[in-house]
T-cell receptor, first 114, second 107 residues
Framework: NAGVMQNPRHLVRRRGQEARLRCSPMKGHSHVYWYRQLPEEGLKFMVYLQKENIIDESGMPKERFSAEFPKEGPSILRIQQVVRGDSAAYFC????????????FGPGTRLTVL | GIQVEQSPPDLILQEGANSTLRCNFSDSVNNLQWFHQNPWGQLINLFYIPSGTKQNGRLSATTVATERYSLLYISSSQTTDSGVYFCATNRDDKIIFGKGTRLHILP
């Protein structure tokens, strides 16, 4: 019974390139959440998605960042024209979306921008 | 918005010692979770505990929702308990994390 899967686990990009992070939720989960963790800090909410819908993107930077969760396939967090400040660990979580709505986390993708 | 504060920020203990980690939250909440982030960065669900007490092996947690705090107890600590412990609560379906307690268990 696979948990939340994320790939790649590590991603290195040069400034100005694009980064694509993928997340496959746990079986039976249709709700996906993305969080960012800067070094030595806690996780900060970015965006909450259901299949083909963005429910809450209040934590997402207004520029360069986008997220989707298509009908088929994984959820994608896309960062265009990366800058050094985007270097962080990006975690995906999934849930059933029903109370108590406990969220389970993937192993994270560590993005390094050179 | 809701604030989640954890104490102490750092804790160094000898193997075998017991510890208590505290989480205070600024508003009434419907749920609370404790996570362990191990030295490899993985987040592990420890407890989902909106109220009451739960135990899992050497770990237990108590949440007193009316007084807006939760406690995580680790007994007979082992070096594998090292890492960062986060408490988190849900607000409008997104989890709000505290800054964590960094625990280092010395052999």
């Amino acid at each position: 019974n696979a948990g939340v899967m994320q790939n790649p686990r590590h991603l290195v990009r040069r400034r100005g390139q694009e980064a694509r992070l993928r997340c496959s939720p746990m079986k039976g989960h249709s709700h996906v959440y993305w969080y960012r963790q800067l070094p030595e800090e806690g996780l900060k909410f970015m965006v909450y998605l259901q299949k083909e819908n963005i429910i809450d993107e209040s934590g997402m930077p207004k520029e360069r960042f986008s997220a989707e969760f298509p009908k088929e396939g994984p959820s994608i967090l896309r960062i265009q024209q990366v800058v050094r400040g985007d270097s962080a660990a990006y975690f995906c979580a999934s849930s059933r979306g029903l109370a108590p709505n406990e969220q389970f986390f993937g192993p994270g993708t560590r993005l390094t921008v050179l | 918005g809701i604030q989640v504060e954890q104490s102490p920020p750092d804790l160094i203990l000898q193997e075998g010692a017991n510890s208590t980690l505290r989480c205070n939250f600024s508003d009434s909440v419907n749920n609370l979770q404790w996570f362990h982030q191990n030295p490899w960065g993985q987040l592990i669900n420890l407890f989902y505990i909106p109220s009451g007490t739960k135990q899992n092996g050497r770990l237990s947690a108590t949440t007193v929702a009316t007084e807006r705090y939760s406690l995580l107890y680790i007994s007979s600590s082992q070096t594998t308990d090292s890492g960062v412990y986060f408490c988190a609560t849900n607000r409008d379906d997104k989890i709000i994390f505290g800054k964590g307690t960094r625990l280092h268990i010395l052999p």
